[in-house]
């Protein structure tokens, strides 16, 4: 069986610690392979200063055995900086593909429209209304860590363990009890049994 790809979108700056605890698992998976890409192929810089040489570059990616879409945080989203994103999130989101973006990600998401008529959540209403003055989702704002509609998967900064439960959930990754059980590992220190 052929795995599904999930894209990781990189950037200088990007915040590393909020994919850190999805890629692990994505990447020990049978069903899926991930990749990185970033806008030009070329190596990138997290946040907190890891050099990612990325698989490839925005205009290698392709739509074919496309599974999901995930945009990490970091301030560049704030300075406009990655802009030349957007139409490949058009196009996945066309597609009817799973997009998951944290944090900073979330404004291109708003700038874009896409959470005009969904619920979902950033690092806080205030936020999307001070940085994307266009915004018109403010009534299906939730004050969560995670919200999950319609393909769209929002999350604060500061839940990437969250943030990773709903992609594990959205991808089938495991069944919803180990999924719990790999949560409560993470995020309270709790090993079920």
Known sequence: ?????VYFFVFNGFSDWEISYVMPELNKSPLYEIKTFSLDGQP????????????LAIADVEMENLAMLVLPGGDAWEEEKLREVSPLVEQVHQSN???????GATILLAEMGLLNQIEHTSNAK???KAIVPGYKGAIYYLDQRTVSDKNIITATGIAPIEFAREIFRELNLYEDAAIEKWFQLF???????
């Open 126 to 128: 205030e936020y999307l």
């Open 97 to 103: 593909i799973p997009i998951a973006a944290i944090c």
């Open 1 to 5: 069986m052929q795995k599904r790809l």
């Open 44 to 55: 990138v810089y997290s946040m907190g200063g890891l050099k990612i040489l990325p698989d």
């Open 187 to 193: 995020r309270n220190g709790v090993w079920i049994e």
